[in-house]
């Protein structure tokens, strides 16, 4: 459990929208063990209860992340280079 874990927050970590939908089936389907219902990333894997966990039950305040697309990663990149130079 703890791999699918693992693997859902290093692959699909930086998905957004619509993507982590289709990667959350992507998982389920490609996973042969019991994962929760509902979305893959509200919950976590609870290493003492061996268990499925929401994240809820750990954190108190849920701050809402809007995206906000306005450039290219690419060009994140190119401004960060120019900075350095």
Do not use: N
């Given at each position: ?66 995206y ?18």
């Amino acid at each position: 459990m703890m791999y699918i874990f693992c693997l859902i927050w290093s692959c699909g970590a930086q998905l957004v929208g619509d993507s982590r939908v289709k990667y959350d089936a992507f998982i389920k389907k490609l996973a042969r063990e019991a994962l929760p219902d509902g979305l893959i990333y509200d919950h976590f894997f609870d290493l003492t209860t061996h268990r499925w966990e929401k994240w809820q039950s750990k954190v108190q305040l849920i701050i809402t992340y809007i995206y906000i697309h306005t450039h290219t990663y690419i060009e994140y990149d190119i401004y960060s280079i120019i900075q350095l130079l």
